[in-house]
Structure formats: C-alpha cells, structure tokens
C-alpha cells in the first residue's frame, strides 16, 4: 500500500522560504509511469495545484507560482520535496503531495498524504 | 476564486439522492477528463470518480459521475451520515497547462 507524508516547519517567517518534504513509502519515486505532486488548501479555500515531477527529474509548474516553486526528487531518501521562496500571509495553507497516476483514462491523484499547514507569519 | 465552480454546501436525508455540480469551460471540463475527489478534514483527500464517471475499486457504486459539455455532476444514492464531507471537482486545464480544481462542497447529511 502507498503511502504519503508530508512533513515541514508549521511556521515560516515572511520573506523567508517555505521547505517541505514528502516521504514515500510502498513505492519508488524514481521509477513507474507517475508525477509527483503539491496541491495547497488555503483556509476556507479550495485546493491549489503548485506543480508536479516526473519520475526522470523533469518538472511542471502552475504558472501563479513559477517564479517561486521548486520541486525536487531524492531518490536515495525516496523524497519528494518542496521549496517556495519569498512567502507571504497568502502562502498560508495546508500542503498536500499526491502521486498523480498516469493512465488510459486520464491522469489522477491516488493517494493523497494527510497534508501539512503551513502559517507564515512574525 | 477557483476555475472550476461548485455550490458551497449541499444537503440531504439518509437515503436521500443529491447532486453536486461543478461548472468550467471548454479550455477545462470542456477538453479534459473530470475527476471527484472526497474530503474529510484533517484526513487524506481520497479518489472518487475518475474520467468522468468510472469508479475506482472500493468506491460504491451509490457514486456516480457525469459530464456533458463544460459540466459536470456528482451524484449520490442512498445518502449515508458517512458522506458527510467535502467534494471537490478537478480537471486539467489546457489554456493554464495546469491542473483546477473547484472551490468544493461541504455536504451535509441531515
């Protein structure tokens, strides 16, 4: 069974950069047809798509938050991790990593880690 | 304001049927599957519907998904207190290159 966790600092100062890690376990984050990915759930808010990588390193980004995303695989750790740089009180969110699986019939999110919230604030 | 559009809340009686509908455009729903995802706070977000209208295994089939243009629904059957949650629509976007999602429905069982 997969399965996914999120883990991080629950509170970032402004300015500063948000760093997360997902760590996989039951799967190979280097190997299979799948993308990696982070959604965030701001409070009172629906879910928002950060970006994904595939299995071979390459990435793909939601372009809101290009400029300040960067998602990376350790596959000595079978990690997947997340840096947002420059946070604000809007970066504010509980964070997700899902497997997007690759099929036939679309592409989908299965599983889901339980999320992190993140705060940024002084 | 998210891409795709839900009702805030929706309710039924045990037993009851109720609908959640999830609207977007041609650049979203309109080109691309439609997936349902089922949300109890504080909890992994689990796969409901996929492509459409397929479930995956272990998912009842008192769920059921459709989509006709840019639109989309949600059905459940014989509504049971354990529904109770948020659901939320998603869909990969080709204009934005992205997937969106919708802005979810909190449903309540009465």
């Known amino acids: 069974q997969v399965q996914l966790q999120e883990s991080g600092p629950g509170l970032v100062t402004p300015s500063q950069t948000l760093s997360l890690t997902c760590t996989v376990s039951?799967?190979?984050?280097?190997?299979?047809?799948?993308?990696w990915t982070w959604i965030r759930q701001p409070a009172r808010k629906g879910l928002e798509w950060i970006g994904r990588i595939y299995t071979s390193g390459t990435t793909y980004y939601s372009p809101s938050l290009r400029s300040r995303a960067t998602i990376s695989i350790d596959n000595s750790k079978n990690e997947v991790s997340l840096r947002l740089t420059s946070v604000t009180a809007a970066d504010t969110a509980v964070y997700y990593c899902?497997?997007?699986?690759?099929?036939?019939?679309?592409?989908?999110?299965?599983?889901w880690g339980q999320g992190t919230l993140v705060t940024v604030s002084s | 304001q998210s891409v795709l559009s839900q009702p805030p809340s929706a309710s039924g009686t045990p037993g009851q049927r109720v609908i959640i509908s999830c609207s977007g455009s041609s650049s979203n729903i309109g080109t691309s599957y439609l997936y349902w995802y089922q949300h109890l706070p504080g909890t992994a977000p689990k796969l409901l519907i996929y492509a459409n209208n397929q479930r995956p295994s272990g998912v009842p089939d008192r769920f059921s998904g459709f989509k006709s243009g840019t639109s989309a629904s949600l059905a459940i059957s014989g509504l049971r207190s354990e529904d109770e949650c948020d659901y939320y629509c998603?869909?990969?976007?080709?204009?934005?290159?992205?997937?969106?999602f919708g802005g979810g429905t909190k449903l309540t069982v009465l």
């Open positions: 039951g799967d190979s984050v280097s190997t299979g047809t799948y993308y």
């Open positions: 998603a869909a990969w976007d080709k204009g934005l290159g992205g997937w969106v």
């Open positions: 899902a497997r997007e699986v690759w099929g036939q019939l679309g592409n989908w999110f299965d599983p």
